[in-house]
């Protein structure tokens, strides 16, 4: 909204960002706490190492594949709708995995959970920045990411409580509260779906090669260096680059590829985006198990010493938001992502006797270069398009992350498919476990080192026009 102020009423908006906020706790919650909970799921079913990567991975796929076409269709359909609809489902899909006899229904609850959450959130933050003053967008971005990092802090602290004392099971079902309140909020405050844009025909084949390719590159990378493995990811690949292909000549893209054509700021804060996650995601999956089988915390002490990165997070991303909004955001964001470079590399060089307290002190400095990064790239992205674009906007930097998420769990999975293989972790195997981690945090530190120059070189957005003239 170009405006410095909303027609809505001040006590409507604080509620829309409630709503906002409460369907934003619950999935870093859960993708956080499950982290935690590995052990014992790994231990309820059998599985392996390996495997066990396909618990957060099987929400992660589905969200990364809907997100792109949920934020076309909403901006078409309504998003209020989207939004409310996504919550429900995911809370289905939650449920379902709480109760879950096998590890396939798991796998499928979560899938059906990440279904939701791609409905949801691919809505979320259009629902904000289009009722909110533009004078406001960087705090708002600022608030609704403290929530999630505060989400992602609870999820380890209080999942390693809830699985120590009530069960892995338990930590599905302990956010039906926040899930209902969500509901309830928004349906009740937030503004009924009004002048939506003209349906257009939807690009049904664009959204099957790149989910089909998703799949492929995330399967086949989790189980390299296998030569059946690397054919798979090569023909995701290549897959990805024909949905590029297919996007830019097609009249109604899901993906806007002639956006990021012209709009440099837009594709270099997305591409930066896309390495931080990929680079900074799977560091509490590594962690959870570094901590549990190596260093044998329990799941409350694991939890605990996790809660350094994201209180950082928290405390951090707020003030870096309110700085984005009078400052260009590309100096803050370059920086978060410098400070996060040095803590994964840091951490690569972590053994059996490292002392828990350098461990813990790398986790708050890389919370704080994260909750650095992570607002003012997001109001870089959000501000370099127009009102009309939000949702396509929103729903492309959220792929972003939750794509970066997939890689970041398929670098993982592979570095355990070729230091440990396709067995069940024992306390005779945690040399191994501990190579493989070493590997990832390397391969994670090298990756961001790409990211600050994306980050650096994305160009000011200043452009716009300031708040007095607004």
Known sequence: MDTTTSPLPRQTLTAILLAVCLASFATPFISSGVQIALPLIAEAFGVTATLLGWVPTAFLLPYAVFLLPFGKTADTLGRRRYFLMGIAVMGTGLICAGLAPSFGYLMAGMAIAGLGSAMTFATALPLLT???????????????????????????????????????????????????????VGSRVIPKDQNT????????????????????????????????????????????????????????????????????????????????????????????????????????????ILLAQPILMAVTAPIAGRLSDRTEPRFLATTGMAIVTVCLFLLSFITEKTPLFFIVTVLMVLGLGYGIFSPPNMNSIMSSVSNAQAGIASATAATMRVLGQNLSMAVAM????????????????????????????????????????????RGNIRERPTEETE
């Not at 406001?136 to 600022?142: L, Y």
């Not at 390397?442 to 650096?456: E, H, K, M, P, T």
């Open 130 to 184: 289009t009722n909110y003053p533009l004078r406001e967008r960087g705090k708002i971005i600022g608030i609704n990411t403290a929530v999630v990092y505060v989400s992602l802090a609870a999820g380890p602290f209080l999942g390693g409580i809830i699985t120590g004392y009530l069960g892995w099971r338990a930590l599905f079902l302990v956010t039906a509260p926040a899930i209902l309140a969500a509901l309830l």
């Open 414 to 457: 592979m570095s355990f498919s070729m230091v440990i293989g396709t067995i069940v972790i024992t306390p005779d195997r945690t040399g191994e476990l501990l190579t493989a981690t070493h590997y990832a945090f390397v391969a994670f530190g090298i990756l961001c080192v790409a990211g600050v120059w994306f980050s650096a070189g």
């Open 197 to 304: 844009v003209e349906k257009k025909p939807f690009d049904y084949p664009g959204t099957a090669i790149y989910g089909a390719s998703l799949i492929l590159l995330i399967a086949g990378a989790s189980r390299l260096p296998a030569l059946w493995a690397a054919a798979i990811v090569f023909a995701g690949a290549c897959g990805i680059l024909g949905f590029f292909v297919w996007e830019a000549r097609t009249n109604e893209p899901v993906f806007p590829v002639r956006l990021l054509r012209g709009n440099r700021a837009f594709t270099y804060s997305n591409i930066a985006a896309l390495i931080n996650y990929s680079s900074t995601y799977a560091v509490t999956f590594l962690l959870s198990l570094y901590l549990q089988y190596i260093r044998a915390l329990t799941p409350q002490a694991a939890g605990t």
